[in-house]
Structures are given as structure tokens and as C-alpha cells.
């Protein structure tokens, strides 16, 4: 389905990088015409890099309005993931063209924007095309941030992990300890040990 609600405009947002150990919390408000289509838009992690890239320049070619916004991870030390993921879905609803009648979005939690009425939905990225259409570029243009960072910073093998936790990030981190980037208030559950980002 393109839309939950009967509003005009319906701003449909969704994050990307919240679990990660490094970088920032990304996220994206999409609003789509109500006869929309494409058959190839999804949730965002069933789809391929190649996939989500092509989806990504048509989402911004044809969606009547879209916008990204970041958090960054000192952001997230201060203030917490939830509620740095907070303010970058209100930061990405700010930033849009067109002034949304009605919030969806995917999951369930959300702080209130304005006094605009909205509904949470549990997986609603494989529902409704509009979250799907955020969550793509939450995880396209998220993905590009953290390629740029591996130029910078190439031992954390982050144009791969993105800045989660995989095995050799982890081991990067015990050996080179962390950057600016990573978030500081994360801990790791490694063989049984907490290693923590400080």
C-alpha cells in the first residue's frame, strides 16, 4: 500500500544505523503521490546494494518531497540512541519540501512532531511503499556516509561492517582503540567480555 491515512500528504520515515558501534543515526521522510508505483520497493535489508541504489535515484526523481538527516554519534553519547533517533526522524520531517498532514512510521515508538497526528508500525517498511521508500534512503545514504569514513579511517573495515559490530571491528577496536566517530556509551558483548568504548 502507498498510504495509511486519508491525509494529502503523508510523510512516511524510517532510520538506519541505529545499532551500529560507529557513526551516525540516520533518518529519512519520503512523500509519495497516492498512485505511486513501483513492484520493487521494500524494505530496505532485502534488498541488494545494486538495488537499493537504483531504487534510491528513483524514490528522489519521483517522490513529491523526501529529506535525510544525521545525528552524529557525540550526539548519541549525550542524549542516548532513542532519542538521538528521535530527533533525526524530527530533523528529516523539518527539512521536507512539502509540510506533512499525517506521520507513518515504521516501528513502535515515535515522539510526537508538532501536533501532527501519526500511527507506529511494527515491520510497516514491508507495507506501506512510503516507509519503504524512507527506509531505503536512511540506508543508502547512511551507507555512503560511512564508505566516505573508510577512506579516513580503513582498519575498521567500515565500507564493509557500515559500523556495526562484526568480529573484525570489534578486534580493530581492542587493537587500535576508538575514533570520533565510534559512540562511546555502546558496550560490546565480546567472548564473554564487556569492552567498553572509552
Known amino acids: 500500500m502507498n498510504k495509511f491515512s486519508k491525509f494529502k500528504y503523508e510523510a512516511g520515515i524510517d532510520e538506519a544505523g541505529r ?10 521522510a519520503v512523500i509519495l503521490e497516492k498512485d505511486f508505483k513501483n513492484k520493487d520497493l521494500n524494505d530496505s535489508k532485502k534488498l541488494s546494494p545494486k538495488k537499493r541504489l537504483k531504487l534510491k535515484k528513483y524514490i528522489e526523481k ?11 554519534s557525540s550526539h548519541i553519547d549525550k542524549n542516548n540512541i532513542l532519542n538521538s533517533t528521535f530527533k533525526a526522524m524530527h530533523m528529516s520531517l523539518e527539512s521536507l ?3 506533512p498532514d499525517f506521520i507513518l512510521v515504521d516501528g513502535n515508538l515515535f515522539k510526537p512532531y508538532r501536533d501532527l497526528k501519526y500511527k507506529c508500525i511494527v515491520k510497516g517498511d514491508q507495507q506501506y ?6 527506509s531505503i534512503l536512511a540506508k543508502t545514504y547512511r551507507d555512503e556516509y560511512m564508505s566516505n569514513l573508510h577512506l579516513k579511517f580503513p582498519e575498521y573495515d567500515w565500507i564493509n561492517n557500515k559500523g556495526y559490530g562484526t568480529k573484525y571491528h570489534i578486534d580493530m577496536i581492542k587493537k587500535f582503540g576508538r575514533t570520533k566517530y565510534h559512540r562511546k556509551s555502546f558496550q560490546i558483548k565480546s567472548n564473554q567480555q564487556i ?3 572509552n
Do not use: C, H, M, Q
Open 62 to 72: 519521483n517522490a513529491l518531497a523526501y529529506s535525510v538527516a544525521f545525528v552524529n
Open 129 to 134: 511503499k512510503n516507509i519503504a521508500a524512507a
Open 97 to 99: 519540501d512539502i509540510e
Open 195 to 197: 569492552l567498553k568504548l
Open 19 to 28: 545499532g551500529s558501534l560507529a557513526g551516525p543515526v540516520t533518518a529519512a
